[in-house]
């Protein structure tokens, strides 16, 4: 793909249903009792991984629209053993999920995935499900897909996580449904929390205490229909193309603005971005905003500690603005982009310096020298969604053109990302 400069960004856009939301709706419904009716689900391939492997097992999805689909749950015990490997492709979100659900099984499953999911870590999630009872074998002790999986009653556990990982918790409140006693889970600081809240929605009682959440087994889950927001992680793409690009102005409409998922708005109002939330509402336990951009003059800023979390998928369009900011942006605290869909470090710091940028590589983040006129050039996805979009971005303000190789990985979260951009664009 090709992204030439643009003269700036305007009008009014709906980005598509939140990707880690519409992978909850698929398994929380599919577990509930009766029919479920998801709306906004983002039909990209990530969450179309989840929904067949569901459908392997047994369970009923049928698919109106795109955005629009029935699943009919089973409950905690009704699905079937799956008589093929489950695919879970490019997702570490069905992949870890699933894995809590396959554990409190009472079958014999595989769960596989694409090159990059196959060298991502499993371990932590199989090491508690180990602990909990669960059967599970796989390369590397038990740590990379493909994971073989027979499952069994499971026993609740107390466990302090030692990562912030919503796929992890995830995973856990899941195999604790199946358990036979409460399971607590004590979080380092806190990741995104659509589980809790979905799970919440669909009637289950959880105790929660800052960073520790206690969810007790065999609690009968109530068929609910869902509205999925817009994925506020895909609004970020546009939220930085407007405030770098001169005369912007934006409205995205309908998108999730749970706390625990936008840090990247308070870093972005730190750096002077001029940004509002208007509309402000709660769908399906979620709260859900309009948001309003205009092309602002950005200083530096440092980024760590709890905070990282919950931007950590936004990190890949916050060093776009940093490239664009007053001095610079230094971004700590942010060891797990390594093990990503790929190292997102190093993908950064490798194709932005290829098209002008100046970025230095930390350990655990990246230390971003701002206020740089990119010149373009040729620069490659690495097979990551979140890069290809941070650089198509990037491109908007270069001096010639930048060329992305690989760049049809956006289907992962965003099918047509190229196509609402274009829609945004007004060109010189
Ligand atoms: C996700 C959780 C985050 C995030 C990922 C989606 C989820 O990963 O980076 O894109 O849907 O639970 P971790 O659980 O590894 O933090």
Known sequence: MKVFPVKRLQGELKVPGDKSISHRALIISSLACGKCNISGFLPSEDCLHTLNCL??????INIYSPTDVDVV???LHGFQEPNSPLEAGNSGTTAR???GLLAGQNFFSILTGDDSLSKRPMGRVVKPLQKMGANIWGRQNDSMLP???????LQGITYDLPVASAQLKSALLLAGLLADSPTTLTEPSNSRDHTERMLRYFGV?????????????????????????GDFSSAAFFVVGALITPDSELIIRNVGVNPTRTGLLHVLQQMGAKISLFNKRMICGEPVADIHIVHSKLKGATVEGQIVPTLIDEIPALVIAALHADGETIIRDATELRVKETDRIAALVSELNKIGGLITELPDGLIIH????????????WHDHRIAMALAIAGLNVKDKISIKNSDCVAISYPNFFEDLASISITK
């Open 55 to 60: 459908r392997q097992m047994g369970v009923k």
């Open 73 to 75: 749950g089973v409950g």
């Open 97 to 99: 999920l699933l894995l």
């Open 147 to 153: 994971l073989a999986v027979r499952g069994n009653k």
């Open 205 to 229: 009682q959880l105790k929660k205490d800052n960073h520790t959440i206690t969810i007790v087994p065999e609690q009968v889950i109530k068929a609910r229909n869902i509205i999925v927001p």
């Open 370 to 381: 701002g206020s740089q006129q990119l010149a373009g050039g040729s620069c490659e996805s």
